[in-house]
């Protein structure tokens, strides 16, 4: 019976296995729901500061703010977003593919690459294979909050008002749905204008203080970071998302397990019968 | 849109959540230049915010409510005012500290010994992760047809 026990054994330790991915599987729902709730919190907020900055700019067309004009791009910031844990299958992988290739694109074109790192994973992928890093951070938890974002944004921001990136691009994951997280790369700087703008009334603006340029810088400041601050949110609830799949994989690939060894073992079981049947009965003959 | 309007429509929105949504009919923020009442009415303005309450007086009950916002911007057009609220104090040099703690961060974690990407291994890398992942799934098909 020693293959059977430990056949049994195997058996015991998948089953402890399969009880903690199950509880992440289902852990992943529950905090997936909650930061697409978080999401959709976040939506006004983008949409009303746009409104303000299209009023503001429409207000003063002669003044053309550093953020919203193109200009050559010899130098290119990129902002990679990922998770800080993994056993979420092949969501930072691909998005990492994903970028890399835009950002190859780029230096195709002879573009000089600055980086800014969201995330454990992107810092350790980098680290490894090189590139010009700005700003980095990681550990920003399930529930970040714009406060966290802050630093990075203003490094990039910075960057760009001194010249020594000429656009910026934001590559995360985008949430189409729980089965389905894409990779994505969008144009941050220069701010490029929503087409679907109604041309709404002019409003003679009274300024306080009376710098519309201050106002309007802080304003656009602001709008990069809720946009950073999205994808950043975005990218946790495809992450929550991809580990629930991945989990819901691995509890199914151990119930299969559990079956097969089942299997065996009730092989092994009847065979040990058998034989010791077969040996009690030639014992009696003998006799 | 007429004069004898008594409300306005007020949006306190920051970048994490929505902080109201409704009707006013009087509205007092901090502004950076000091305390506005703002009426139905009001003439277009744009200002930004000190942290500080923001009273909003509905027009039902007659009662205050307040809110309180750590800074902001303040939209004001006749009948809708927008408050786009900071989740956070933000100063010129808290702004600068947290820039530079993100920028000595990169520096110390991630002292790389190359500036430039190392294309060719990072796709190897990259597509033998992904292989992994195609295999075991392949595997996973293979098996369950069985």
């Not at chain 1, 978080?38 to 009023?55: C, D, E, F, S, T």
């Amino acid at each position: 019976m020693a293959v059977a026990k430990e056949i049994r054994a195997k058996i015991h330790s998948i089953k402890n296995t399969q009880k903690i991915t199950r509880a992440m599987e289902m852990v992943a729902a529950s905090k997936m729901r909650k930061v697409q709730d978080r999401m959709q919190r976040a939506k006004p907020y983008a949409h009303k500061i746009l409104q303000v900055i299209g009023h503001l700019a429409k207000g003063h067309p002669e003044y053309r703010h550093p953020y919203l004009q193109e200009r050559e791009i010899k130098r290119v910031g990129f902002i990679v977003v990922t998770t800080d844990r993994g056993l979420c299958g092949g969501l930072n992988s691909n998005l990492l593919k994903y970028s890399l290739q835009q950002i190859k694109k780029w230096k195709d074109q002879g573009a000089e690459i600055n980086l800014c790192l969201v995330g454990t994973k992107a810092e350790s992928f980098f680290k490894r294979i090189g590139g010009r890093i700005l700003a980095h951070a990681t550990h920003l938890g399930d529930a970040p909050k714009l406060a966290d974002l802050i630093g990075v944004v203003k490094v990039m921001l910075t960057a760009y008002m001194d010249k020594q990136i000429d656009a910026l691009f934001l590559c995360s994951n985008e949430f189409v749905n729980t089965m389905k997280q894409e990779p994505v790369v969008q144009q941050m700087l220069p701010i490029v204008p929503s087409t679907n703008e109604k041309l709404e009334h002019y409003w003679d603006y009274i300024y306080e203080p009376d710098n519309a340029r201050e106002l309007l810088d802080q304003l656009l400041s602001r709008y990069i970071e809720s946009q950073v601050y999205r994808g950043v949110i975005e990218n946790i609830a495809c992450e929550q998302a991809a580990r629930m799949v991945a989990m819901k994989n691995a509890t199914d690939n151990a119930t299969e397990l559990i079956n097969d060894l089942q299997l065996i073992y009730h092989k092994a079981r009847q065979a040990a019968i058998t034989r010791e049947l077969n040996e009690i009965v030639a014992g009696a003959a003998v006799v | 849109m007429t004069a004898t309007r008594v409300t306005l429509r007020l949006d306190i929105v920051s970048a994490e959540e929505a902080i109201f949504s409704g009707e006013a009919e009087m509205v007092f923020v901090t502004g950076a230049m000091g305390e506005l009442g703002i009426a139905p009415g009001h003439a277009p303005l744009v200002t930004a915010l000190k942290s500080g309450n923001i009273r909003v007086i509905s027009p039902e009950t007659k009662k205050e409510e307040v809110f309180y916002v750590k800074g902001g911007m303040l939209e004001v057009q006749p009948f809708v005012v927008t408050v786009l609220a900071d989740t956070v104090v933000r100063a010129h040099d808290i702004d600068e500290a947290a820039a530079l703690e993100a920028k000595a961060r990169a520096e110390q974690a991630l002292a790389t010994k190359s500036t430039e990407i190392d294309f060719a291994k990072a796709s190897a890398e990259l597509a033998e992760a992904i292989a992994q992942i195609r295999a075991v799934q392949k595997m996973k098909a293979k098996y369950t047809n069985k």
